[in-house]
Structures are given as structure tokens and as C-alpha cells.
């Protein structure tokens, strides 16, 4: 089993469109959480860290759901700029002084249609 | 926010050559840094993990041999592909870690290698 799953997509939505994306991890002991952002060819970058109460960020939304190990990002009002993929990413603790890693999910495509 | 440069940005190689790959933190020291590979429509890997001054930490499956890291100071990680082979075409991403945030997992990304083995 991945250590972060989420569905590939791809999510094609009109703009205007509110669409949420989902993503489940393995490891109950990941203590933090994260959305990136990856444009096509381009390295991933921080869009928000999730909190366990759950965070809002203009139009974007995150939920924490650690009982079943499971996060999820709301956008509302797509714009076009928002098509990009959307990476679920979870911390992998260090151990015995092993440095603590990310995860990265396989991303969410998301296109928003004119 | 901090900078994160690799060089080159493309490189396209023969294959059984070596190719090196440079990871450059700007304007902070990163005594973390770490290698992920990216194959098309695929989510990063992480390869390995490159603390300075010690021996970089593998992910299983990552061949240590053929992916040679070096920290030799707090601001540049290098990786050295050996013997490159088309299957070793990918996107390679670092990323750096300030110091004095073991507890946190503030990660900046460089913009990635693009290395194509023909």
C-alpha cells in the first residue's frame, strides 16, 4: 500500500465550479500535513499546511480527518490558474535520529474549462 | 522566501556517461537536502536524504553506487548519475531544509533537472 493515495484525476470543471480533492495516508504517526501545488514541468510549491482543525485560505479549504487517516482540499470558484496538480504530501517521522522526510502523494489533475 | 537553484536545468547525455547535478541553497544553509526523481505523469520520489558533512541516507530501492550525493558544505548537494541509462531519464528535484528546524518540515524546492539519457 503507498504511503500517500490519492485519485489521478484528471478533474475537468467549468470555472466557477467548487471541486474537492481527497487523499488517504498509512502511517498513523505523520504528524504534519501539506497541499503543493505542481505546474507541468515545474517543482512543486506550498500551497497550505493542513490542520487538524481544519484551515481556510481565501478560496481554498483543507480538512484533517486523523481517525481515518484522510485529507481533503475544497476550491471554490475555480479560476483557470488553478489548473495544475495538486499533491498531497505527509510527513514520514524520523526514528533514532533518522531525519523526518515528505511524502508525496501521486497529485490530483485538475483543469478548469473556460 | 529562500532559494533553491539546481544547474543545469536540461541535460541530455549518451548513454554510460555520468551526469552531476547541482543543488545550491542561496541565501540560507541547509543542513538537510534532499533528492527526489519525477517519471511523467508520476509524483516525486524521494532517493535520498544528504546531510552535510555525512553520508547521504538512501531510499530502499535507490542504488547508492549509481546515484552518487555529495554535501560538502551547507549551501551545495550534489548528485552524480553514473552509467546513465534512457531508463534513468527523469526529472530530478532537491530541496533544502534550513537548520534548526528538525521538528518542522519546511522543505524549498529547486527547480529541477530535466536529464534525458539517449
Known amino acids: 500500500r503507498k504511503e500517500v493515495e490519492q485519485d489521478p484525476g484528471p478533474f475537468n470543471v467549468p470555472e466557477g465550479a467548487t471541486v474537492a480533492f481527497n487523499c488517504t495516508y498509512s502511517n498513523s504517526a505523520s504528524q504534519s500535513f501539506f497541499w503543493y501545488r505542481q505546474d507541468c514541468r515545474k517543482e512543486p510549491k506550498l500551497l497550505m499546511s493542513?490542520?487538524?482543525s481544519g484551515n481556510e485560505d481565501g478560496r481554498f479549504t483543507a480538512q484533517l480527518n486523523r481517525a481515518s487517516q484522510y485529507i481533503s482540499l475544497l476550491i471554490r470558484d475555480s479560476k483557470l490558474s488553478d489548473s495544475a496538480t495538486y499533491l498531497c504530501?505527509?510527513?514520514?517521522?524520523?526514528?533514532?535520529?533518522?531525519?523526518?522526510?515528505?511524502?508525496f502523494g501521486t497529485g490530483t489533475l485538475l483543469a478548469v474549462q473556460p | 522566501g529562500a532559494v533553491v537553484s539546481q544547474h543545469p536545468s536540461r541535460v541530455i547525455c549518451k548513454s554510460g556517461t555520468s551526469v552531476k547535478i547541482e543543488c545550491r541553497s542561496l541565501d540560507f544553509q541547509a543542513t538537510t537536502m534532499f533528492w527526489y526523481r519525477q517519471f511523467p505523469k508520476q509524483s516525486l520520489m524521494l532517493m535520498a536524504t544528504?546531510?552535510?558533512?555525512?553520508?547521504?541516507?538512501?531510499e530502499q530501492g535507490v542504488e547508492k553506487d549509481k546515484f552518487l550525493i555529495n554535501h560538502a558544505s551547507l549551501t551545495l548537494s550534489t548528485l552524480t548519475v553514473t552509467s546513465a541509462h534512457p531508463e534513468d531519464s527523469s526529472f530530478y528535484i532537491c530541496?533544502?531544509?534550513?537548520?534548526?528546524?528538525?521538528?518542522?518540515?519546511?522543505?524549498?524546492f529547486g527547480p529541477g533537472t530535466r536529464l534525458t539519457v539517449t
Open positions: 544528504s546531510n552535510e558533512g555525512s553520508k547521504a541516507t538512501y
Open positions: 493542513v490542520y487538524s
Open positions: 504530501v505527509v510527513n514520514r517521522p524520523g526514528y533514532g535520529g533518522a531525519t523526518n522526510k515528505l511524502i
Open positions: 530541496s533544502a531544509r534550513p537548520p534548526d528546524r528538525g521538528n518542522t518540515y519546511e522543505q524549498y
